[in-house]
């Protein structure tokens, strides 16, 4: 599979459960055992506010290449239904960093899990655990 040739969609919806799945093991692995718990927790880092947060943090502090920049970029553009409680440049900057985690969980896995620390550390650096 060449993933510089999947849409911004495509990239998105691989990113969203790839990003998820990895912020609930780092959750399970924190000790959370409590299904509640751990969703109200999982929330303060995948949610489109979150998610809007940490890239414009990592755009800030020039984390990405130029290539990453593209494809975040691409998802961006991505045309949506609107989602709860976002304006839409929160809901463009979340859909950009979907389609970044779901590029770097297929081309550099190495690399969508420095990004995935870098969130988890923002998120509890501005948020609290």
Known sequence: MDVKLLNG???????DSYYEHQIRSYLIN????KLN??????????????????ITSLLANEVLNQEELNIYKRGRNITVKNKKHLNISE???????????????????????????YAITYIEE????
């Open 9 to 15: 969609n495509v990239l998105a919806y691989l990113g």
């Open 30 to 33: 924190t000790g959370l055992t």
């Open 37 to 54: 718990d751990l969703h109200k927790q999982a929330i303060k880092y995948t949610s489109g506010k979150a998610q809007a947060k940490i």
């Open 91 to 117: 809901v463009n900057a979340s859909n950009g960093f979907e389609a970044l985690i779901g590029y770097l969980s297929v081309k550099d896995t190495k690399k969508a899990q420095s990004i995935i620390e």
């Open 126 to 129: 501005t948020n609290g655990k």
